[in-house]
């Protein structure tokens, strides 16, 4: 058990392993390798959940050799791996420290005549909760917590999607192991995977309008639905005034595989018309190039460490990654990742812009089209 309780670090959860590391939990910001990072430990109190719990634990300030710390609630098992990477830790003795347990001394005398009672008490919500549990025919779900699924992004339950061409990403999450995920829009599947806890799909209105969005497993022979996602969809503003920002567009001759999930083909490096999608993996021969300043392209100030699509990345100073959406200061983003494209959220501070974006105009399937260089090797 470990919880951080003050303000500096609130949103980092602690990654067990080989090395101790605070993960941010909405994978903003940078992880914080523990081991060589502790200054030292001081103790507060060491107290009990409640008068029946075993399990003792600790309350303790980390200084950090930043200069900055953060307080936390932790079992002994935690308390003590944290210890041993820490220069020294201050505590008081084990005498001292065990008066400040919640339940003190002076209230035993007190509670002790009511033990019989209590467990009455609780023998009897036990088996009413056994009890019902077996009516619904799920025994288990006194134990573990409801399975679900939910869309994680966009967050809230609607959206306003300025631009039906450039479609919506979802991302999709389940607590458990499925099957099956569908994606549903106004009732009828738009796509499917198997055998995946995550899902990340890009779909694109057909027409402007209001539309709803699902998420759909099965979990023990029943559907598992994510709340439903109202997505606004509207005709994208006139991007005439784009076209002043391309530079004369060149002939140029390669041959490029396409990364992306799918990637748009548009009609001009302005993103004005779809004209279509060219599937992940898919070889393009490229006929003209041109050099747009409406650039969503970022460059990233420095290494970074994130915990994101449920594993460790490591993305490099100068490493590209292009705009997907923001808010305020938080910044969503696409990355290369081997041979398909992620999703990261990064502040601001992280990030700079770059002025310029390069666009290759490909054939694909007897179609012409541009598209980002990005989404190229």
Same mark, same amino acid.
């Given at each position: 058990?470990? $919880?951080?309780?003050?303000?500096?670090?609130?949103?980092?959860?602690?990654?067990?392993?080989?090395?101790?590391?605070?993960?941010?939990?909405?994978?903003?910001?940078?992880?914080?390798?523990?081991?060589?990072?502790?200054?030292?430990?001081?103790?507060?109190?060491?107290?009990?959940?409640?008068?029946?719990?075993?399990?003792?634990?600790?309350? &303790?300030?980390?200084?950090?050799?930043?200069?900055?710390?953060?307080?936390?609630?932790?079992?002994? $098992?935690?308390?003590?791996?944290?210890?041993?990477?820490?220069?020294?830790?201050?505590?008081?003795?084990?005498?001292?420290?065990?008066?400040?347990?919640?339940?003190?001394?002076?209230?035993?005398?007190?509670?002790?005549?009511?033990?019989?009672?209590?467990?009455?008490?609780?023998?009897?919500?036990? #088996?009413?909760?056994?009890?019902?549990?077996?009516?619904?025919?799920?025994?288990?779900?006194?134990?573990?917590?409801?399975?679900?699924?939910?869309?994680?992004?966009?967050? !809230?339950?609607?959206?306003?999607?300025?631009?039906?061409?450039?479609?919506?990403?979802?991302?999709?999450?389940?607590?458990?192991?499925?099957?099956?995920?569908?994606?549903?829009? @106004?009732?009828?599947?738009?796509?499917?995977?198997?055998?995946?806890?995550?899902?990340?799909?890009?779909?694109?209105?057909?027409?402007? !309008?209001?539309?709803?969005?699902?998420?759909?497993?099965?979990?023990? !022979?029943?559907?598992? &639905?994510?709340?439903?996602?109202?997505?606004? #969809?509207?005709?994208?503003?006139?991007?005439?005034?784009?076209?002043?920002?391309?530079?004369?567009?060149?002939?140029?001759?390669?041959?490029?595989?396409?990364?992306?999930?799918?990637?748009?083909?548009?009609?001009?490096?302005?993103?004005?018309?779809?004209?279509?999608?060219?599937?992940?993996?898919?070889?393009?021969?490229?006929?003209?190039?041109?050099?747009?300043?409406?650039?969503?392209?970022?460059?990233?100030?420095?290494?970074?460490?994130?915990?994101?699509?449920?594993?460790?990345?490591?993305?490099?100073?100068?490493?590209?990654?292009?705009?997907?959406?923001?808010? !305020? @200061?938080?910044?969503?983003?696409?990355?290369?990742?081997? @041979?398909?494209?992620?999703?990261?959220?990064?502040?601001?501070?992280?990030?700079?812009?770059?002025?310029?974006?390069?666009?290759?105009?490909?054939?694909?399937?007897?179609?012409?089209?541009?598209?980002?260089?990005?989404?190229?090797?």
């Amino acid at each position: 058990m470990f $919880k951080i309780i003050s303000e500096e670090y609130k949103d980092y959860l602690l990654s067990l392993g080989e090395n101790l590391i605070l993960v941010p939990q909405e994978n903003v910001g940078k992880i914080i390798y523990l081991k060589g990072n502790i200054d030292h430990i001081e103790c507060i109190r060491n107290f009990r959940k409640h008068l029946f719990s075993r399990e003792k634990l600790i309350e &303790f300030v980390v200084f950090l050799n930043d200069n900055t710390s953060f307080r936390a609630i932790s079992d002994e $098992k935690i308390f003590l791996k944290l210890h041993q990477l820490a220069k020294y830790t201050k505590c008081e003795s084990p005498e001292n420290i065990s008066n400040k347990n919640v339940f003190s001394k002076q209230y035993l005398s007190l509670i002790l005549p009511k033990v019989p009672i209590i467990l009455l008490i609780l023998s009897t919500l036990f #088996a009413f909760f056994v009890f019902t549990s077996k009516l619904y025919n799920n025994p288990s779900k006194i134990f573990y917590s409801e399975p679900y699924i939910s869309i994680i992004y966009p967050q !809230g339950d609607s959206i306003e999607l300025k631009d039906i061409e450039n479609g919506l990403y979802l991302e999709v999450e389940s607590n458990f192991n499925p099957k099956e995920i569908d994606i549903l829009v @106004d009732g009828s599947i738009v796509y499917q995977k198997s055998n995946s806890k995550d899902v990340y799909y890009q779909w694109f209105p057909p027409n402007p !309008g209001i539309y709803k969005i699902v998420a759909r497993s099965q979990f023990n !022979g029943r559907d598992i &639905f994510s709340k439903t996602l109202t997505v606004y #969809a509207q005709v994208p503003e006139s991007k005439s005034s784009n076209q002043a920002n391309i530079e004369a567009k060149s002939i140029y001759k390669a041959t490029k595989i396409v990364i992306g999930n799918p990637v748009t083909m548009y009609s001009s490096p302005d993103e004005s018309v779809v004209v279509g999608t060219i599937d992940n993996g898919s070889k393009v021969e490229v006929i003209e190039r041109a050099v747009s300043h409406n650039s969503k392209l970022y460059m990233l100030k420095e290494d970074l460490s994130l915990y994101t699509d449920g594993v460790f990345i490591n993305l490099k100073k100068g490493q590209l990654l292009r705009l997907y959406d923001f808010s !305020g @200061d938080i910044f969503t983003l696409l990355y290369k990742n081997s @041979d398909s494209i992620g999703l990261v959220r990064l502040q601001r501070e992280y990030l700079q812009k770059v002025d310029t974006e390069e666009w290759y105009k490909v054939i694909y399937n007897k179609k012409e089209g541009w598209i980002s260089s990005f989404f190229t090797r």
